[in-house]
């Protein structure tokens, strides 16, 4: 039939087209990520572990910090600091968008060659890459990011086909430890792929009134070892077994989810939290109709997922990724039953629709054509970006950063002492200033005590005493964000003198 | 004997227990910032027999046209407080949300055969919502949410005959609080559903079935005209839920927190609504798939909004429950593992009930009557209560700068003597005062030039907050009067 041919035709022409316009709406949508506060403090431990050959084990950067630190994302770090001091920033810019396109294109290729609908999966893959982009920053949850997605296709492959690939998982898992805390997420997926493996043979040969023997379990036996391997390759990482201290210290940092804004819950009023609400509805609502429901142990996954996401922000990230995989499936069940009542309704009509055929070939070169003016036209659009200052943006953002209040202290070493400063720019002060000064306070939220970030939270917004704190790690001079009433107040204040202020940060000296 | 048994059966337990676990959480201080203006709003009305048309209260927004949308609660919380003090007030809460939760078990019951399940979902809803049991008109939504998905889901199963009180309903709605429109979305959910079951089952000729419905949506509409602004009501209810600076500064206006333990339970609520709709056998889930997208949107935007979501889910999580507990059966080889009809021999045990009924009874009045210390009274350690007295007799002139949570306080004290700057009402208010009250209470830039420009000369504020704080080293301005609560500090 000539509707068939057409989109067999289609099917040639046209995917490989599709293919390239996602990839490169995704490296278009990757060029516009807001900026991260970590990235300053990364860099400068990339610094310190390249120049002194060593990984500190105490703070060097602030003079509050009184626990052990565990840079646990070293391996990032120095792959940041090298790949900056070679390329500049602009190395970030694009190591975030290979990222990014890595983690979605990969996907979206699986999905493909599992014979998903082709359309619904690049659909949902710029929608949940849209998701995670409005958190995708600069920080190393990246790559753990596109290592969960690689660990969870892996393991999908694994219960499809028993696939070698799934011995690809322990060396990953040993890369996956030396760059990001978030290898726990990986590793959670392979425990629990293999217990719930192991849990549906034992339940299975109950519910059938069989012993379990050997050949039940032969062929689950790969991903059993992996598992044991994959658990061992974490102890190998400069800090041993400290590393899961630094897990379960990090899942239960509760000033964290007062103080910084990506470890509380969503906020369904910024864009990020609608983003996340509509993708969750319409997640919920393809599930809902589809015929081909999630699996119990898919099922469960995108529960707990979901469960992350809703106690802390950060998490949506992982759950783009995983929810891609599984809301696909059931989307492409959806279409297929879907087009299969519109086939059966329509056969008649096609048949006898000879007018629709002979129309079909100019259709194919009509589409074709405007499909390659499209990726041209991206092309040209992505070449301009990156030509233009408005996508190599200055990773010194002025209204962001206090880059000239910084440079001013710089200039001035006679200031110098005991620092009070403000949380979000302590990173970069540190890259900035490090070693001649120390801060007060820095994105490292697993490092300060709980009173730390308690007590500055307080007293920049005056409900907690400011003199109490000064008595107490005596300052000799704030650098501070005139958003907050403390600005205000110490510009009243007869102890304190007012030495540089420009649009966003004020730095007083005591008199 | 069967009398016996209708007096003391299962129902009046349930309706006796949901009032205890209510009065447990309901009857407690009242620390309601805004119950203060509304108090004075229903004073004003019914001395005056008028409803204000411009804010008589602050002196911000004098001539900005005032619609007091919720009128009628104004009215019926003050002669509840008139009367009866503020026991008066905490009876109406508890009255209105037993009568939330009671209509809710009803549907409950009628949509599964285990009466124990229904109990514990409606128990699990109350516990949902517990941080919005404040004497705030929003209760009234609930109830009349509540009343609504009662009087639909026994449409829904073919009874049309109580579509008839929609209307009325809308009525009372209208004019008590601005989620009014909420009983028109719903009944247009189940208007789609209908209509899309008769066109997909080719039933065209039975279009008359919906008449009833499309009867009393129509009814509910001509119903939202019954208030005293009719149409201009409706222009109202979108600029609320646009307000930026509300949802930034208000808690209960602001997103769920889920670190807080209450808010788990909606978490849980949530996750188990998800479950339900996605594995419950129905092929068409219009009006589920609707109420779900709906009401998670609304709760999921304000933390205030859960209970309605907890409400208007309640009966799909009971589907959703009775579904996988006759899968777990079916697995296990179609052995009753898990009961779906909960045996009611137990309570014909007459003696058991009475026994039950008197325990209950008495743990109703044990939280309900207690020294009054601890439930008659708002919570006067947090309210300017000295500080307000303080400017009564000494009677500063000029304008006075409070606190926003304070305002409603200060205008039941103070009003006419004097007039605040900023309260609970943001519709009157509207988005620049609040940001420039923001802005001198954070002591942005220009927070000096608006006091100026205010001709502020009186500023009452607490003795903690930055602005309270850098008035003390502030030149120009004296401290009049100070205690733990409240600072005042006049002009010089």
Known sequence: MGNFKKSQSLDVNLKPIIFILFLLLLTIFSLIAPADHDIWWHLKTGEYIIQTHSIPHQDIFSYTAESVWTPYSWLAEIIYYLGVSFLGFNFLIFLRAALLIATFGITAFVLYRWKYNFVLTIILSLLFSFLALSLWGDGPYLFSAFFLTIFFLTLLQWERTKSKIIWILPPLTLLWVNIHINFAYGLALVIYFAVFDFLSIVFGKITAKKKLNWADIRNSLPLFVVTVISILATFLNPFGLRIYREVFHMANLPISYAVVEEFASPDFHLFYGKVFLAITILAVIILALSPKKPDLRSMLIFIFILVLSLYSGRNIIFLSVLWLLIVTESASGLAEELSKKTRRANTQQIKNNLLARSLSIRHIVIINFFAWLAVVFLIILLAYKILTTGVLREYENEKIFPVQAVEYLCKHPEIKGNMFNDYSWGGYIIYKTYPERKVFIDNRNQLYEKSIFEKFAGVVLLTKDWEALDEEYSFDYVIINKEYPLEEFLNHSPKWRLIYEDKIASIFVKK | ?492
């Open chain 2, 1 to 492: 004997m069967r009398n016996l048994e209708k007096i003391f059966s299962f129902d009046f337990i349930i309706f006796l227990l949901l009032l205890v676990l209510i009065s447990a959480f309901s009857l407690n201080p009242v620390r309601d910032p805004d119950i203060w203006y509304h108090l004075k709003i229903g004073e004003y009305i019914v001395a005056n027999h008028e409803i204000p048309k411009y804010d008589p209260f602050s002196y911000t927004s004098p001539h900005k046209p005032w619609l007091v949308y919720s009128w009628l609660f104004e009215i019926g919380t003050y002669i509840s407080y008139k009367n009866l003090g503020w026991l008066g007030i905490l009876l109406m809460k508890l009255f209105i949300l037993q009568l939330a939760f009671w209509f809710l078990f009803l549907t409950l019951r009628k949509q599964t055969s285990n009466l124990l399940l229904a109990v514990i979902v409606t128990v699990f809803a109350v516990l949902s919502s517990v941080l919005a049991f404040t004497p705030r008109p929003w209760i009234f939504s609930f109830a009349f949410t509540s009343l609504t998905i009662y009087i639909l889901e026994d449409y829904r199963n073919g009874n049309s005959s109580k579509l008839k009180w929609l209307p009325l309903i809308a009525v009372f709605w209208v004019n008590i609080h601005i989620l009014f429109p909420i009983i028109f979305i719903l009944i247009s959910f189940v208007l789609v559903e209908k209509i899309v079951q008769l066109y997909l089952s080719n039933k065209h000729n039975k279009i008359k079935e919906i008449y009833p419905l499309a009867l009393a949506g129509v009814g509910t509409v001509i119903g939202f005209f019954i208030n005293p602004y009719t149409w201009r009501i409706f222009p109202l209810f979108i600029t609320i839920s646009q307000e930026k600076w509300v949802y930034q500064n208000v808690s209960e206006m602001q997103s769920p927190n889920f670190h807080e333990p209450f808010i788990l339970l909606f978490g849980v609520f949530i996750l188990v609504s998800i479950l339900s709709l996605i594995c419950i056998p129905k092929k068409l889930k219009i009006y589920e798939i609707l109420i779900f997208c709906f009401f998670a949107f609304l709760s999921l935007d304000r933390t205030r909004n859960i209970p309605l979501f907890a409400i208007s889910m309640s009966p799909l999580v009971i589907v959703g429950m009775n579904h996988l507990f006759s899968r777990i059966n079916s697995l296990v080889h179609n052995r009753n593992y898990i009961s779906t009809n909960t045996n009611k021999q137990a309570f014909k045990i007459i003696p058991l009930n009475i026994l039950l009924i008197i325990l209950l009874i008495a743990t109703f009045f044990w939280i309900l009557v207690p020294g009054q210390k601890r439930y008659n009274y708002p919570y006067f350690k947090d309210l300017p209560m000295a500080a307000t007295n303080f400017l009564l007799s000494k009677k500063p002139t000029g304008n006075l700068f409070n606190d926003f949570d304070s305002g409603g306080f200060l205008i039941f004290n103070l009003y006419p003597q004097y007039k605040v700057f900023i309260d609970g009402r943001t519709t009157v208010h509207g988005e620049k005062v609040l940001n420039e009250y923001y802005y001198i209470y954070s002591l942005e830039p220009n927070w000096q030039e608006l006091l100026e420009k205010y001709e502020i000369k009186t500023i009452l504020t607490s003795p903690k907050s930055a602005l309270g704080q850098t008035l003390r080293i502030t030149p120009g301005w004296h401290l009049i009067y100070e205690d733990n609560i409240s600072v005042i500090y006049r002009r010089m």
